[in-house]
């Protein structure tokens, strides 16, 4: 694979003008600003579902930037939906022929009670080379960057041949209704660049970039339903068949049990690659192992016994919730619990369900997927020469010198909708943080304010090789 980016690149290198090679030279210093000043805009507003849902009010906020900046007022759309709402804006390029670009991210955010908070978690606060807030790392910050970056780019006079679309759905964190509308009203698209995936490392002490990974693939998500019913009747005259107990035998089963271990081009690769940097000399041992064979049952249990890697080597299954009876004196009728599950790509939701009623091997127990649309199983996307390349290239301007490498994500975005479509999207955001400052979806989050200006840089060289 990499022969091929290698000849790829050099076939853009001349074929490209020197300055479509640059890119547009965009005004830094206003550009930075302007993210600082829109991430605190949008992390102001409390986008999150429910009551009180003002995440129309967010869109409508990053619509009055676009607007400023030259987009006509047709092609910025704000479409509501339930409570929530969600935005394309279109900046068209001058080749009608070419299927879009398209940049995606959402809007919305999980909740957060201001009591739990040291610092009101809606009232952006810059504090010590950070900014605080919800949303700070999930996702308003990136928002901000990207979207003043196309902002910067076009006030700099750049005319992409290619049309880039901007989107931001409103219930990523939730439904995802939005989601898969826009996924389907985008659906010829070229390529996604998905904002919300992807990232760097840095190193703990030093601070410096450890490593970059873009996202290829996704695990799929879905929850299902094990019910068990019985008769019921008088709890001093105890049967065999007691829902309860019979749901809590097949629960047991499934907590046991270990999906087959499965790997990917893509995995294999951030196995191999993620070893170098890992300091546990018996986890790296472990990742390189599974890497060159999966059924290695010593490094798999290894990498089975720790929470960053378990989620990595094959499908996961947990039951979560559970609950039964309908009196203190009386035999259950009902007992039900959800088995959450993160399936590994080239699985079906089917396929996932009829096992665990294998593993339960409970008579009598209903298995029933209950995630609805809320998600989809979806393929990898294929590793492309021309992101592969742009990416590198982007990564390199940023932050000189930072390995690469790709990985799957356990959790799920946005991206599903459009790869279960046959859209290639690649998680591929440049916001570097350390483990320690991880605080998505938790509290405190925060952001390392000097992610802005390369990921300007990363932005502009991204955006305009894939746009050209």
């Known amino acids: 694979m990499r022969s091929k980016v290698a000849i790829f690149a050099a076939v853009l290198a001349l074929s490209a003008s020197p300055a479509e090679a640059k890119g547009p030279a ?4 206003r550009a930075e600003a302007q993210v600082l000043d829109l991430a605190k805009q949008l992390i102001a507003i409390r986008s999150v579902r429910g009551a009180d849902n003002r995440t129309g009010e967010a869109q409508r906020a990053l619509k009055a930037a676009l607007l400023a900046a030259g987009w006509d007022d047709s092609d910025v759309e704000i479409v509501p939906v339930d409570d929530t709402a969600y935005l394309i804006a279109t900046w068209k390029g001058s080749d009608a022929r070419l299927k879009p670009l398209v940049v995606s991210g959402h809007m919305d955010v999980v909740e957060a009670d201001p009591k739990d908070w040291t610092r009101d978690p809606f009232t952006p606060v810059v504090e010590n080379g950070y900014l605080f807030g919800r949303g700070a790392s999930d996702m308003k910050f990136d928002a901000a960057l990207a979207s003043s970056t196309l902002i910067a780019m076009r006030k700099a006079g750049y ?31 070229e390529m996604v660049i998905n904002i919300d995936g992807g990232g760097g490392l840095f190193e703990e002490a030093s601070g410096k970039p450890l490593y970059w990974t873009w996202q290829g693939a996704e695990k799929t998500y879905d929850d299902y339903q094990l019910e068990m019913t019985n008769p019921g009747g008088h709890s001093s005259a105890p049967r065999p068949d007691n829902a309860i107990v019979q749901l809590a035998q097949a629960v047991e089963k499934i907590g046991a049990y270990r999906f087959p271990a499965e790997i990917s081009p893509l995995t294999k690769a951030y196995f191999e690659k993620a070893a170098q940097f890992e300091t546990d000399p018996k986890l790296a041992a472990a990742m390189r192992a599974f890497a060159a064979n999966k059924d290695d049952t010593v490094a798999l249990a290894t990498l089975r016994s720790n929470a960053a890697y378990v989620g990595k080597v094959g499908t996961t299954c947990v039951p979560t919730m559970i609950s039964g009876g309908h009196a203190q004196n009386a035999l259950p009728q009902r007992a039900t619990a959800n088995v959450n599950c993160r399936i590994f ?68 975005s946005d991206s599903m909708w459009y790869r279960a479509l046959g859209v290639p999207s690649y998680g591929a955001s440049p916001v570097f943080s ?15 304010l000097r992610n802005i200006r390369p990921g300007l840089t990363y932005y502009v060289s991204l955006f305009t090789d894939l746009s050209k």
């Open 345 to 412: 790509p080239g699985h079906s939701r089917e396929e996932i369900r009829q096992e665990l009623e294998k593993i339960a091997a409970t008579p009598g127990l209903k298995v029933t997927a209950v995630s609805g649309e809320d998600s989809i199983a979806s393929p990898a996307s294929p590793m492309r020469a021309d992101f592969l390349n742009a990416a590198e290239k982007a990564l390199s301007k940023a932050w000189p010198g930072t390995p690469i490498f790709p990985s799957q994500a356990s959790g799920a």
């Open 26 to 29: 965009i005004d830094l210093p």
């Open 159 to 189: 005319k992409p041949r290619r049309t880039i679309v901007l989107q931001f759905s409103g219930d990523e964190e939730t439904t995802m209704k939005t989601s898969r509308l826009i996924a389907e009203r985008l659906k010829g698209a």
């Open 434 to 448: 350390k483990d320690s400052d991880d605080y998505a979806h938790g509290l405190n989050e925060r952001i390392a």
